[in-house]
């Protein structure tokens, strides 16, 4: 006789909504660069790579200014993560990071998302 063995595959997180996502600037970022840095913002979902949005880079600037808004797809618990890089020649793995931020669901809402 012939058996069959079937595995489950992994449950994908529920999609609750879409969170408003504001990018407006950034101040006083470290000069990574003989210039000026060339700063752009990498917001996403930790976990989710594919959940993501980013800004324009802005060239020669310590204090960009980017009004980048968007949404992005969240579940429950999901936290977002806020990356500043400095554009380099040579490709995104040779970008410096600024500096980041990673804000958890409670800090978003009250009630978490």
């Known amino acids: 006789p012939a058996s069959a063995t079937a595995a489950a595959a992994p449950a994908s997180p529920r999609v609750l909504g879409k969170a408003k996502i504001s990018i ?22 930790v976990g989710k790579p594919q959940v993501r949005m ?9 204090d ?9 797809e969240y579940a429950k618990g999901d936290s977002v993560k806020f990356s500043v890089f400095d554009k380099d020649p040579g490709g995104v793995h040779n970008h410096d990071c600024l500096g980041h931020v990673t804000l958890t ?9």
């Open 24 to 45: 407006i600037s950034a101040s006083g970022l470290r000069n990574a660069d003989a210039g000026k840095s060339d700063p752009y913002c990498v917001c996403e979902i």
């Open 54 to 62: 980013q800004t324009p880079v802005i060239n020669d600037t310590c």
């Open 64 to 72: 960009p200014v980017w009004n980048k808004r968007g949404e992005l």
């Open 105 to 113: 669901s409670w800090r978003l809402q009250p009630h978490g998302f």
